[in-house]
């Protein structure tokens, strides 16, 4: 019967601390836009899409060929903002502008 208890409290508490769990993981994802230089055709544009989803904890990448900027999607948790912009202009996409945070 204690056996019982524990296992039902073990649930309700698991339960109630998902969500919780939930926000906290989600707190460490961001949107960034980068404003790159080097783009001059769509197999660039594509390169420069590529290069940011090399790089541990980046969800998704998409250029945008109005604005000349990728925007990227990532945990903040693993790769930071500096990292990025390290990692564009070592591969001759450097970022020409102060990055803007969507989210």
Do not use: H, W
């Not at 197999?43 to 899409?49: K, L, M, W």
């Not at 903002?81 to 001759?92: A, P």
């Amino acid at each position: 019967m204690e056996t019982k208890k524990r296992v039902v409290m073990a649930l309700v508490a698991a339960v109630l601390l998902f969500p919780a769990l939930q926000d906290s993981a989600s707190a460490a994802e961001r949107k960034v836009k980068f404003k790159v230089e080097g783009v001059t055709c769509m197999s660039s544009a594509s390169e420069a899409e590529a290069i940011p989803k090399r790089l541990a904890g980046v969800q998704s990448a998409e250029y945008d060929y109005v604005e000349s900027a990728v925007t990227v999607v990532f945990d903040d948790a693993t790769v930071s903002i500096e990292d990025l912009v390290k990692t564009f202009k070592k591969e001759n996409f450097p970022v020409v502008e102060e990055p803007v945070v969507l989210k």
